[in-house]
Structures are given as structure tokens and as C-alpha cells.
């Protein structure tokens, strides 16, 4: 279909819903849980519904020889076990470039000499206000692994061309991972 490249529809418009009154429905520790009244564009009153969450940070750690420790964890929403790269949610009042380090401490046991975001990105917009932001981690040193005490994990190191081709082949499913990898090659192929 020739020329719809040069149609814009709605170009410019503002189509902002303004909170009319909020209602939480469960407030908890992790996440609240919200059915707000709110404005149309238009003026129309409506619902949205929509969890709330702190936020959390992801790490790819690359070693000098570019093999990347994941770790294999239980998520009971899925009931499955999945391989992802280290991360976790933010504590009350952190900011992410200080809960990165700490993540990925806790988890592998790594320092990192070098720790840059190359990523941020909204995992479920459809219904939760969460960002997750993804760091790149070089110059590593093992210190030691203190997971929290609920974290069960097993750790292995895996090639970042494997990783890579997991996650192309869909044997890799957790999001952060898929965004930190894709994100690690943009950027070297970049250069």
C-alpha cells in the first residue's frame, strides 16, 4: 500500500486520561493494586485498572572473556523455572544506580569496576506503572553471593553469543534478559 507512510492520524492531539479519583483495591508490600475513576479525552468518565510497583533493576555482568553469569530461579506465576540475567525491585525510597550493585552482589557474588544503564523500558504497560533499567556490568571481581533469604537461585556462566542465540530462538522468555542482551549487541555492533 503506497503513501500511507505520509498519513498521520490525530497528529498532535492531546489524549491524556486525568485521574477523577483514585481507589486503591489491595495495598501490599510489593505492589498496589488500583481501580481508578478517570477522564476521557473527551470528558467521559471511566475505570482503569492498574498495578503499581517501585520498579527494578537488571544487570548483564560480562566477563573479560564474555561469558555472562544468569541465574535459574522459581516464578510462580508462570510455574516454571527460568533462566534470567540478575536483578530484583527496588526498596522503598532507592534509587536504581545504587540497588544495581547491590543486586548483582547478592545474586553472583560480583563487583563490578564498570556499571553503565543502557536501557529502560516498561515491561507491562497495558496494566502496571513498573520500569525496569537494565545496566551493563565489565571489570569483575568475585566477593561473594548473599541472596536474600526467600531467593533460591542456581548460577551458571553462559557465552553472550549463546545467550544471544537463546534468547533469538525463544528458549530464553524473561523479558529484562531479552532487552539487556538485544540492548549489549545494538550497542557493540554500534561501535
Not at 498521520?8 to 489491595?26: L, V
Not at 493494586?33 to 560480562?62: F, Q, S
Request: negative net charge; proline residues 5%.
Amino acid at each position: 500500500m503506497k503513501g500511507y507512510e505520509d498519513r498521520e492520524f490525530n497528529a498532535g492531539k492531546d489524549f491524556t486520561e486525568n485521574t477523577a479519583e483514585p481507589h486503591y483495591i489491595y495495598q501490599g508490600r510489593i505492589i498496589n493494586v488500583r481501580n481508578d475513576d478517570i477522564l476521557l479525552p473527551n470528558g467521559k468518565p471511566a475505570k482503569r485498572e492498574y498495578v503499581e510497583h517501585r520498579g527494578g533493576v537488571a544487570v548483564l555482568a560480562v566477563d573479560e572473556n564474555g561469558y555472562v553469569p544468569v541465574v535459574r530461579q522459581y516464578r510462580y506465576p508462570y510455574r516454571a523455572h527460568l533462566w534470567e540475567i540478575p536483578a530484583g525491585k527496588l526498596e522503598v525510597g532507592e534509587e536504581p544506580d545504587d540497588a544495581i550493585a547491590r543486586e548483582l552482589t547478592e545474586e553472583t557474588g560480583l563487583r563490578a569496576e564498570k556499571i553503565e544503564r543502557i536501557s529502560e523500558f516498561y515491561p507491562t504497560c497495558g496494566y502496571s506503572n513498573e520500569i525496569i533499567r537494565v545496566y551493563l556490568a565489565t571489570g569483575l571481581t568475585y566477593v561473594g553471593a548473599k541472596p536474600d533469604e526467600d531467593e533460591f537461585l542456581e548460577i551458571k556462566y553462559i557465552h553472550i553469543d549463546e545467550l544471544y542465540e537463546k534468547c533469538l530462538s525463544g528458549e530464553i522468555k524473561d523479558g529484562k534478559t531479552i532487552v539487556g542482551v538485544l540492548k549489549y549487541f545494538a550497542l557493540k555492533n554500534k561501535k
